[in-house]
């Protein structure tokens, strides 16, 4: 909510707030932004989840909560919550649904951030490009922009060096394995307060630790990288 000073009331209509999480618009709407149908809350008591209603009942007016990560911008946080339109993969698709968002309005003075993403993979590189332009209103008017490109391999066994990689991640377990085996055995006929005392005995509780931790990040990172893949076919 803003409201204008009274001594500018003759010199200015309208004034834009900052936004807030507490401001952000979490109605679900009719095309260009009628009348609300339900609001967030009545939704999330129904039997019908949140996840569920995303995904099968997709709308560029209904409001989707987070899912990810937000974005720093040049005035202030973002998060990922808002609402979505799927501009699709093909080219002439993408300008069909262009066409279509600017004569439904779907972004007018109420737009505080616009988030444009997409995702290009070169197979000659076996690299995703993953880019996010981030185009932010803030409440002087005008607007920002922000780019962001990431590069990223998530095929990690490409034909060429699917043997190679294989191979040092087997020796990288064993290697881990064997560390941890050398630890016990200096622990054992020493025992726990005598074996922490020394600090290189914390250095390799610390490496250890460290590789267990990174071994499965790595195992999720695949497994959600599949179950991505999957979706998308």
Known sequence: FCETHPLFVDLINDCRAL?????????LYNASWSQPIV?????????????????????????????????????????SSGYIWVLGSM???????LAEMVDARWLDARTRALFVEWTAYNAN?????????????????????????????????????????????????????????????RYKPIGIRKYLSDKW??????????CIV????YIYRYVITRQLFKQMR
Request: with cysteine; glycine share 4%.
């Open 39 to 79: 609001n967030m809350s009545a939704l999330l008591n129904s039997s019908q989840t949140v996840e569920e209603w995303s995904l099968s009942n997709y709308s560029p007016w209904h409001f989707y909560p987070d899912k990810a990560v937000g974005m720093w911008g040049h005035a202030t946080s973002l998060p």
């Open 214 to 217: 990174s071994a499965g990040l």
């Open 125 to 185: 590189t076996n690299l995703f490009c993953v880019v996010t332009f981030l185009m932010e209103t803030p409440a002087s008017g005008g607007m920002l922009k922000l780019p962001e490109v990431q590069a990223v391999r998530l095929h990690r066994y490409a034909a060429n060096y699917k043997l190679f990689v294989i191979l040092c991640e087997i020796l990288f377990v064993v290697a881990l394995f064997f560390v941890m085996y050398r630890e016990f055995v």
């Open 19 to 27: 936004f807030t999480p507490d401001s952000e618009d979490r109605e």
């Open 201 to 210: 005995n914390l250095l390799e509780i610390a490496i250890i630790a460290n």
């Open 91 to 97: 080219y002439e698709e993408a300008k069909e649904s």
